[in-house]
Structures are given as structure tokens and as C-alpha cells.
């Protein structure tokens, strides 16, 4: 199976910085996309920022210009830079890596899946 570890978060100040990571491991072949989405309390979940094969990169509008993706292809990694942090910013991040090609060992199989990380949450104080 495949495995992502968040970390990174924590609670900051407005107009300060984090970084996230996300770690892929596993029996992957290779991975199409990967990005990071946030859950605020009482919000659905929403894309803040996806960065795919190709290196093309997509963002919210709420964070261009101030949040940066990039990945590590080598390490299966997906990194999150935050700088000035917002209030609003407040929420559980999660990890996600699409259109992942994996071999399940159990079936000696291989498969495509998306997969999620368990969330790291940021909050922003004033």
C-alpha cells in the first residue's frame, strides 16, 4: 500500500510562516499529482494548491502570492510553503497524491488510486 506523513504544522502568528511537507511511501511507481487541501471548521474541504507531473501548478486564489507548492520527484515528496500567514488561513491540511500507480504485493497487482494523508493543522493567531 501507500502511505503519506504530513508535517509541518502548527500554530503561528499572523504574517508568519510555515512549511508543510508530505512524504509518499510505499511500492509506487510513480505519481501524476500531488497537492495539499485544507478543511476550516464548518467548510467543505478545498484545494489550496496541486502541483502535477507536467510541473504545472495550479492555486487558489486565496493564496497566490503568498503560498509556494513545489515537489522533490526523487523522494515522492510535495512541500507547502506559507508566508504571510492569514487568520483565515485556520485549518486541517491534507496531503493528496493523485493518479498514484502502486503494486499491491497481496495481489501482485499493479493499481492507480488516489490516496489522502491524515491532515496537520495550522492555526493563525492574531
Known amino acids: 500500500q501507500v502511505q503519506l506523513v504530513e508535517s509541518g504544522g502548527g500554530l503561528v502568528q499572523a504574517g508568519g510562516s510555515l512549511r508543510l511537507s508530505c512524504a509518499a511511501s510505499?511500492?509506487?511507481?510513480?505519481?501524476?499529482?500531488m497537492g495539499w487541501y485544507r478543511q476550516a471548521p464548518g467548510k467543505q474541504r478545498e484545494l489550496v494548491a496541486t502541483?502535477?507531473?507536467?510541473?504545472?501548478?495550479n492555486y487558489a486564489d486565496s493564496v497566490k502570492g503568498r503560498f509556494t507548492i513545489s515537489r522533490d520527484y526523487a523522494k515522492n515528496t510535495v512541500y507547502l510553503q506559507m508566508n504571510s500567514l492569514k487568520l483565515e488561513d485556520t485549518a486541517v491540511y491534507y496531503c493528496?497524491?493523485?493518479?498514484?500507480?502502486?503494486?499491491?504485493?497481496?495481489?501482485?497487482?499493479?493499481?492507480?488510486?488516489?490516496?489522502w494523508g491524515q491532515g496537520t493543522q495550522v492555526t493563525v493567531s492574531s
Open positions: 493528496n497524491a493523485g493518479g498514484v500507480r502502486y503494486y499491491d504485493p497481496r495481489d501482485r497487482v499493479r493499481r492507480v488510486r488516489d490516496f
Open positions: 510505499g511500492s509506487i511507481l510513480s505519481i501524476n499529482a
Open positions: 502541483m502535477a507531473d507536467s510541473a504545472l501548478n
